[in-house]
Structures are given as C-alpha cells and as structure tokens.
C-alpha cells in the first residue's frame, strides 16, 4: 500500500536518476513511498511503456546492515534456487518470487559517492498485504505462504548463505544488549517502565528455550526468512490467496522456529503491532489454528517430532524477544527502529508484545492443543 509523502522535487530527481541505474525498461513516470517498514527506505516507481508496471527502489540501511553485498548474494541464491524448484511445483496455485533487477553495469546494486546502497526489485501485481489478519480463511493462506517458503528452500543447504545479520532472533544477545543499555539508562520511571522491567526480569532464566534446543541437536540449523510478519505476506486481490513472502533482507541459517513463532506472533494479534491500546491486545487461537493448519499443509513432510513440540515455545518467544528489542531501542534512544512518530513509540511497542507474550501464556494448554491435534490428523 503506497504511504503517500511529499517529496521535494529536487529528491524525485535524485531517486530518478537512482533508479535509472538499474535495467529497468520504458520511462519513469512517478516515484512514491512505499510501505511501512521500520529499517529500509523503500520507494514504488511506476513505469511507462514497459512489460514492468511497477519496480520496487530500495536503500538498504547499512547502519543495521553493515555487509549489504551478502544480503543480495542470499536473495540471489535463494531466487535462483526457488525459481528451478517452482519449475517442478506440482501445485496449479499462483506463488511468484521476487527478482534482483540488475544495474545497466551487471550488479546487484548500485553505490552513491556517499556510499549509500541501492538495490532494484520486481514488484509483484495484483497482490496487496494487511497489517492484520481477522479472518480464519487469510490466516490459513498466511500459514500456506509460510510452509510453502519453507518447503522451497527445504532441500537447500544452509551453508550456502551467509549470516546477514550477527546474533539476529538469538534472545540471549538480546538480553545482554538490554543489560548493557540499561545499565546507562537514565530516563525517569513510569508505570510503564517498571511493567516492562518487570516483565522482563521475570523471564530472563527462559529466554535460550530454542538456542539450547539447537545446541542439543533437538532442533538442526535450517534457513529461515527471519521476517515472515504478516505484511511480508502478499494476497492475490482477486482469489484472497497468498502468492508470494517478501523481504527477504534476513534470509539466513536459522531454525524455522524462529519464522513460525514470528508469522503467528503477528498473524494472531488483531489488533496489529502500532496499537496503542496495548493493554487491550489479545492472541487469537482461533488465527493460530488457522495458521498452523495452512503452515503444516506445505511443511508435514520436513517437520520432525521435535519441531512441532518446540512450536508454543517459538510463539511465546518471539513476541517476547521482539518486545525485549523494542524497549532496548526505546532505552537508547530509538537506534535500530528509528522510524518513530513520537519519543514514546518503542516503548508502545514493547507494551504491546509483552502483553501479547502474556495472553500467549495464558492459553499455553488450548494452543498446544492445536499443535498435538493438527500433527494427529496427518496420521
């Protein structure tokens, strides 16, 4: 959905002649914000007598992205390796992957004389993507899009892709992090401060639930998306299906676990990660079934025994590590989420998970019920 912003004319020339670096056909007609993201500068140039309507312009922030080269070498292994794989797909459904569009040079992407990092992509049509889900029928195409990403990179090795992100969805670096900020933190307390603090405190002794689970081999390095949140989900604007995962900055070794417990973490939050009714925010069981039915459907036949009993865990934690990184940023002073409307917000946003992390615990037997029932039916 384009986020409407005024650009000065002086910055539509600029992002003009950034985006002719790259091989793009027909003329450049009109360059809009796109999105929503909280990382990258991304930009929606429409066409003109061209096969291509749309192209997507990206600055890639290199501040959180300190070696941007490996994040295009990932999507180009993965592309390359998803696209021979659709080739045998035996489902008739629509699934595209988005390309790298190439410089008039041949590259990935193109560098400015200040050394900001630009990469071209193609845009994918007739699709839209929701901040939120509140229908069982988009959560389970939710849960499809994730299984079916999985099950194409499933049989590619995770050595063949570089780690983009150091320590990226490992919660005890986070912990430290959060140590190290708060150790210097001298903002005044509040009521909402003190709830976090204490959240937190609470939960310190569980947060490697899934890194000694890799560690004992219970659950084997795989490659994850590392952002499969519900907007990273496209939906074809006339089925309601789900054709393409976008985003994929954090493409990396991982464990799945990560992406599941990310993908219902915000799939079953109504109410959708900017709330500021925090206190209001709910898991939604009902969503979780869904998703998980439609996640299974692709991914039963690479799922051990010990993946679907880590699956609650990967739930809880994931909002919670998400929560715990929210209001570290908030205590440096919005660093990593930078793109903040008001000094507040990541504290806001850290509220919201960790009162979602919360609504997860209380239904920890109903949501493990899903999971034993769903993994049941496949017998």
């Given at each position: ?221 795989r490659l994850m998306h590392g952002d499969p949140k519900v907007n990273n989900v496209l939906f074809d604007t006339n089925t ?88 570290t940023d908030y205590l440096v002073g919005n660093v990593h989420f ?42």
């Amino acid at each position: 959905m384009i986020k409407e912003i005024d650009l000065k004319s002086k910055t539509i020339d600029n992002l003009v002649a950034i985006a002719s670096q790259f091989d793009v056909e027909g003329q450049i007609v009109e360059i809009q914000a796109f999105g929503n993201g909280n990382i990258n500068d991304t930009f929606l140039v429409t066409l003109r007598n061209s096969t291509q309507k749309h192209v997507i312009l990206q600055r890639i922030n290199t501040h959180v992205f300190h070696q941007p080269e490996l994040v295009m070498q990932n999507v180009r292994v993965f592309t390359d390796h998803a696209t021979q794989r659709l080739q045998d797909w035996s489902s008739d459904r629509r699934w595209e992957i988005p390309s790298v569009i190439l410089t008039q040079d041949n590259r990935e992407y193109w560098m400015n004389a200040e050394g900001a990092f630009w990469r071209a992509i193609s845009f994918i049509e007739a699709a839209q993507s929701f901040d939120t889900i509140t229908d069982c029928d988009r959560a389970r195409e939710a849960g499809y899009a994730l299984g079916t990403f999985h099950n194409l990179i499933s049989d590619l090795p995770p050595e063949k892709l570089a780690v983009t992100l150091e320590g990226f969805h490992i919660t005890p670096r986070y912990l430290q992090q959060y140590d190290a900020a708060l150790a210097k933190h001298d903002k005044s307390k509040s009521p909402e401060i003190d709830f976090c603090l204490q959240f937190i405190q609470t939960r310190r002794n569980w947060v490697s639930v899934l890194e000694d689970a890799k560690i004992s081999g219970e659950l084997p390095l795989r490659l994850m998306h590392g952002d499969p949140k519900v907007n990273n989900v496209l939906f074809d604007t006339n089925t309601g299906r789900a054709v393409s995962v976008i985003d994929l900055d954090t493409l990396m070794p991982g464990l799945i676990h990560y992406d599941i417990g990310d993908c219902l973490r915000s799939s079953c939050n109504s109410l959708g990660e900017e709330t500021q009714q925090w206190q209001e925010v709910r898991f939604e069981t009902e969503l979780a079934q869904s998703i998980l039915q439609g996640y299974i459907s692709q991914a039963k036949n690479f799922l051990t025994e010990k993946d679907y009993e880590y699956i609650y865990d990967s739930i809880r934690l994931l909002a919670f590590e998400l929560g715990l990184r929210f209001f570290t940023d908030y205590l440096v002073g919005n660093v990593h989420f930078s793109k903040v409307k008001y000094a507040e917000h990541n504290l806001v946003r850290a509220l919201v998970q960790f009162q979602l992390t919360q609504s997860i615990e209380t239904q920890q037997s109903p949501i493990c019920a899903i999971v034993r029932d769903l993994k049941q039916g496949l017998k």
